[in-house]
């Protein structure tokens, strides 16, 4: 057999290495799909619970809480108040819908129900437009 004939067979790919190939880039591209549809699952439900939360308890259900909310407390230490006083179940939620909802919350002292979501927590916890 000549030297260039040997190099070709040398070189040229076994139909198994090929089919490897094959199959490897099939499983990349599934787990690819695979992670893509479960992301888009999570950030689904994330939205979905920002958008739709409501009241920790059912409508007529609630109890009034007394919350102090003190001087230069950050949203995050707000977020916390109300988790603390069950009024609110998830401070990360919370504190991206006071962005969303372009929030002022100002220090002070509120009586919250635990029936108020969040668009109502926030909107309970502005001035009235007399202090303002």
């Given at each position: 057999?000549?030297?260039?004939?040997k190099?070709?067979?040398?070189?040229?790919?076994?139909?198994?290495?090929?089919?490897?190939?094959?199959?490897?880039?099939?499983?990349?591209?599934i787990?690819?799909i695979?992670?893509?549809?479960?992301?888009?699952?999570?950030?689904?439900?994330?939205?979905?619970e920002?958008?739709?939360?409501?009241?920790?308890?059912p409508?007529?259900?609630?109890?009034?809480?007394?919350?102090?909310?003190?001087?230069?407390?950050?949203?995050?230490?707000?977020?916390?108040?109300?988790k603390?006083?069950?009024?609110?179940?998830?401070?990360?939620?919370?504190?991206?819908?006071?962005?969303l909802?372009?929030?002022?919350i100002?220090?002070?002292t509120?009586?919250?129900?635990?029936?108020y979501?969040?668009?109502?927590?926030?909107?309970?916890?502005?001035?009235?437009?007399?202090?303002?």
């Amino acid at each position: 057999m000549s030297d260039k004939k040997k190099r070709n067979k040398k070189n040229k790919p076994s139909k198994a290495s090929v089919m490897k190939k094959i199959y490897f880039k099939t499983a990349m591209y599934i787990i690819g799909i695979f992670i893509v549809v479960i992301v888009c699952k999570s950030a689904f439900e994330l939205g979905v619970e920002i958008y739709t939360d409501e009241g920790i308890a059912p409508e007529g259900a609630g109890t009034e809480v007394v919350v102090t909310i003190p001087a230069d407390s950050t949203v995050s230490e707000i977020a916390s108040i109300l988790k603390k006083n069950g009024l609110i179940e998830n401070e990360l939620i919370f504190i991206i819908q006071t962005y969303l909802y372009e929030a002022d919350i100002y220090s002070g002292t509120y009586t919250l129900n635990t029936e108020y979501g969040p668009e109502e927590l926030i909107e309970a916890m502005k001035p009235s437009e007399e202090e303002e």
